[in-house]
């Protein structure tokens, strides 16, 4: 079964840079996506296709991909950034999701 | 617009089953897989499975296979994940969402307790 490795938690300024990445062998396959989920409600999807925003997600937000290494980039983070991220991918019929990061902004 | 709405939270004792519903709106529901997902108290997010919309095809993960059940019907545009022989571990919110994740329902909180 695939893995995806996340940082647990990672911290900024507001204003800073926040970066936030997600290692497994599965990304080597197929596109990794990125959600926000803010304490107590559903899980927003952010980034998709690695870099490709929905339509409503400011355009601090970003994404990369290198091999197996994909990244969520945040572009001068706000206050109302900080929540939890996750990074998932597909392949083989199957879903998986990475352990999750704290994003803390203050 | 698109819009998932699942049933309401439930109270289980351990060894029950649990049937939680996700009534999908705002699309043409055969054109898309459902996803389910599940989130422990204070934990990640858990991919559960998959079943497509259009032929029921479905696929679950490993460490639930054999327990969970994803169905779906046409006629109400409505998806179904049964879960049997509850433990107190599958206490969580669980989730439907369309497709890639597109779109989430708002969860259901199941709680399994003696």
């Known amino acids: 079964s695939y893995e995806l490795t996340q940082p647990s938690s990672v911290s900024v300024s507001p204003g800073q840079t926040a970066r936030i990445t997600c290692s497994g062998d599965?990304?080597?396959?197929?596109?990794a996506r990125w959600f926000q989920q803010k304490s107590g409600q559903a899980p927003v999807l952010v980034i998709y296709k690695g870099s490709e925003r929905p339509s409503g997600i400011p355009e601090r937000f970003s994404g990369s991909d290198s091999g197996t290494t994909v990244t969520l980039t945040i572009s001068g983070a706000q206050v109302e950034d900080e929540a939890d991220y996750y990074c998932?991918?597909?392949?083989?019929?199957?879903?998986?999701f990475g352990g999750g990061t704290k994003l803390t902004v203050l | 617009q698109v819009q998932l709405v699942q049933s309401g939270a439930e109270v289980k004792k351990p060894g029950a089953s649990v049937r939680v519903s996700c009534k999908a709106s705002g699309y043409t529901f055969t054109s898309y897989g459902i996803n389910w997902v599940r989130q422990a108290p204070g934990q990640g997010l858990e991919w559960m499975g998959w079943?497509?919309?259009?032929?029921?095809?479905?696929n679950s993960a490993r460490k639930l296979q054999g327990r969970v059940t994803m169905t779906t019907d046409t006629s109400t545009s409505t998806a179904y994940m049964e879960l049997r022989s509850l433990r107190s571990d599958d206490t969580a919110v669980y989730y439907c969402?369309?497709?890639?994740?597109?779109?989430w329902g708002q969860g259901t909180l199941v709680t399994v307790s003696s």
């Open positions: 998932y991918a597909a392949a083989d019929n199957t879903g998986v």
């Open positions: 969402a369309l497709g890639y994740l597109d779109y």
């Open positions: 599965v990304l080597a396959k197929t596109y």
């Open positions: 079943i497509s919309a259009y032929n029921g095809n479905s």
